[in-house]
Every structure is written in structure tokens, then in C-alpha cells.
Nanobody
């Protein structure tokens, strides 16, 4: 599976961005998809995940109520809608694919996109 993330950029606090991750290669719908982020000097952290058919989503506590993850298996794409952004959301965001039914651990993900930078100014 090859993953290509896009949609990052510079936004003011309180603004919104929508990240996309397009997949190619093996059957996209057989993978649990996740979004992670890594801020400078910090470890990579799980942000959101979605099951293979999209019926269940998982969100980190820090983004609940602000972020939404969704997927379109017909388009081989997973999305991360980010609202009410704060400077603490500034990071490189990565999409990733896992053969597990669910995982928030980066070690369980086999495939990673290249990352897209999100910068939130105060």
C-alpha cells in the first residue's frame, strides 16, 4: 500500500483544515487506517483511527469534539477533518495503514504516508 497525504498548511487558531490520504496498491478496505502526528521534540502520537468499513472511529482525548476521521473505500481515501485548531495541534501529520482490526500503536502499522505539515498560528 502506498499512501499519499495532503491538505496541510498554515492556519490561524480557531480555523479548520481537512487532510486527505490517498492509497494505492493493495486493497484499501482491508486496512484499519490511522492518523498520527509528531510535533518538534515530541514522540509520534495517535490522533484518530477508523475501522475497515468505517463504522467505528477512535479519537485521542486531545482532539475529541474537534477532529473527525472518515474514509471512502470507493475512492481509497481517508480524511481527517480538523476544526477549532490550536497552536498545540501544530505537527507533521501522518496517515498509516494497519492490518489489525484496531490499533493506536505505531508499531502495528505497516504502511506510512510521507507526512503533511500543519501549522497553527496564535
Amino acid at each position: 500500500v502506498q499512501l499519499q497525504a495532503s491538505g496541510g498548511g498554515l492556519v490561524q487558531a480557531g480555523g479548520s483544515l481537512r487532510l486527505s490520504c490517498a492509497a494505492s496498491g493493495r486493497i484499501f478496505s482491508t486496512y484499519f487506517m490511522g492518523w498520527f502526528r509528531q510535533a518538534p521534540g515530541k514522540e509520534r502520537e495517535f490522533v484518530a483511527g477508523i475501522t475497515r468499513n468505517g463504522d467505528t472511529t477512535y479519537l485521542a482525548t486531545s482532539v475529541k469534539g474537534r477532529f473527525t476521521i472518515s474514509r471512502d473505500n470507493a475512492k481509497n481515501t481517508v480524511y481527517l477533518q480538523m476544526n477549532s485548531l490550536t497552536p498545540e495541534d501544530t505537527a507533521v501529520y501522518y496517515c498509516a495503514a494497519s492490518p489489525s482490526r484496531y490499533s493506536s500503536r505505531s508499531n502495528d502499522y505497516n504502511y506510512w504516508g510521507q507526512g503533511t505539515q500543519v501549522t497553527v498560528s496564535s
